[in-house]
C-alpha cells in the first residue's frame, strides 16, 4: 500500500503515427478525493484514461497504482485490483431489468457473471447487496424496469451501480454528465459526491460547473500536456487556462 497517492504517473507519453497525443504527462490522484481531468477537445483527456486503464500502452513513461507499477498490466488485472472505469457510454445490459444488471456485476468477482442457468436460489445471496446498491443510487423505483427503457440520467445511475458492484477502490468515470439536462446533473453530481466518500473518484468531465462543485483537484490539460494543476479557484484564474479552455467555450 503506498501512501498519500493512489495514483501516480510519470512522464507518461503516447504517441501515434505522427503524432504524441499525450507528452510526459505526471499525474498524481489523492487518496479520497475527486479529481477531475479537464481541457479543451483534443487535449488528449480520454487518451489519458485509456492508457490509465490499460486499452492503450504507453510509448513510455510509467503508472503506479497503490505504489505498484501496472504500466504493463492486463485491463481486467488492473480491474481486479480496485480500478475500475465507467464508461462514457452507458454499458449496461438493455434487455434486462434494473436489478438483472445489479446483480450481474455483482456475480462477476465470483467468477459466474454469465450463469444464466443456475437456478434463482444460488442468486439468493446477492438480494440484498443488489437492493442497497439500486438504492444508493436511486433507482428503487425503477428496480423491475428495462435497462434499455430508463431515461438517460436512470441509465447512468445505473451504470454507476453496476460499477460500484466491483467494489472499486478508484472510480474512473469518463464524462459522467454527458448529454444530460439540469435535473440529471444534479442528481448524477450528488450521487458521485455520495459515493465518493469512501473511494477516491477520478473524472474526465466538460460541465465546468459540475467541476467546480464536486472537485477538490482539477487537472488541465492541452495538447497531451498538463498545463495547470490544482483547486478549481486557483486553475479557473490561471491565464493560461482562461486562454486555452475556459475562454474558449469548448465543452
Known sequence: MAGEHILETQDLTKEFTGFVAV???NLRVRRHTIHALIGPNGAGKTTVFNLLTKFLRPTAGQILYNGNDITQSKPAAVARSG???SFQISAVFPHLSVR???RIALQRPLGTS???WKPE???ESLHARAEQLIDDVGLTQFRTAIAGELPYGRKRALEIATTLALEPELMLLDEPMAGMGGEDITRIAELIQTVAKNRTVLMVEHNL????WLCDTITVLQRGEILAEGPYTEVSQNPAVIEAYIGTGHG
Open 23 to 25: 507528452r510526459k504527462v
Open 83 to 85: 480500478m475500475v472505469r
Open 100 to 102: 438483472e444488471n445489479v
Open 114 to 116: 454469465f450463469h444464466f
Open 121 to 123: 436460489r444460488s442468486l
Open 209 to 212: 460547473s459540475v467541476v467546480a
